[in-house]
């Protein structure tokens, strides 16, 4: 479960916001610009925020004398470019949050292959992301993301950078992926055919505060 209370002055209001969300997809939804990267960056760790108590499976991880840095929070964020590193192929791309925490080589490689396979992308080892469509880098990042086994998973517009067609398609394999997931997964859009496609409860930001579905 995350819990969070935050507020952030953001250059045209302000996020102010008090939310938990338990275990399974919550989907995020809102406008452009209504501070919901800004909510999943705070999470995170990668936005300071002015004020907040945020509290991951009873771990407090920010409140106003604690501050977890990003790394050590457990907490994966699946960013819209999906951050893939172009000079790695994809296996060593999903083995690279192993390696920063010092998983041996062997290990790291096996669990890479794990997550390759679970994701039906097993033929794309050795592949440059350069090379993937869109639907593919996505599928990468996410085994990424789970190759660390996190506490909690937050996707940031996981669509956005895809087509219609294909975003419907990998819309209906990333909700199949996340289904049997025991963690926190919160993933953030401004498209209303997501809403739906997730059959999952709906926190609806705007000008950075919740409103009512």
Not at 30 to 58: E, F, Q
Not at 72 to 91: G, I, K, N, S, T
Not at 138 to 167: G, K, S, Y
Request: charged content about 25%.
């Amino acid at each position: 479960m995350i819990e969070i209370a935050a507020r952030k002055r953001l250059r045209e209001f302000t996020l102010d916001v008090e939310l938990t969300f338990g275990s399974g997809v919550t989907v995020l939804a809102g406008p452009s610009g209504s501070g919901k990267s800004t909510l999943l960056r705070v999470i995170a760790g990668l936005v300071r925020p002015d004020a907040a108590r945020v509290v991951l499976g009873g771990r407090v991880l920010e409140n106003g004398r604690i501050r977890v840095p990003p790394f050590r929070r457990d907490v994966a964020y699946l960013f819209q470019e999906y951050a893939l590193f172009p000079h790695l192929d994809v296996l060593d791309n999903i083995a690279y949050g192993l390696a920063a925490r010092g998983v041996p080589r062997r290990t790291r490689s096996a669990t890479a292959r794990q997550w390759l396979e679970r994701l039906g992308i097993g033929a794309l080892a050795g592949a440059r992301p350069a090379l993937l469509s869109g639907g593919e880098r996505q599928r990468v990042a996410l085994a990424r993301a789970l190759a660390c086994e996190p506490r909690a998973l937050l996707l940031d517009e996981p669509f956005a950078a895809l087509d219609p067609a294909t975003a419907a398609r990998v819309r209906d394999e990333l909700r199949a992926t996340l289904a049997p997931l025991d963690v926190p997964v919160v993933v953030v859009t401004h498209d209303e055919s997501d809403v739906g496609a997730f059959a999952a409860p709906v926190v609806r930001l705007e000008r950075g505060r919740v409103i009512p579905s």
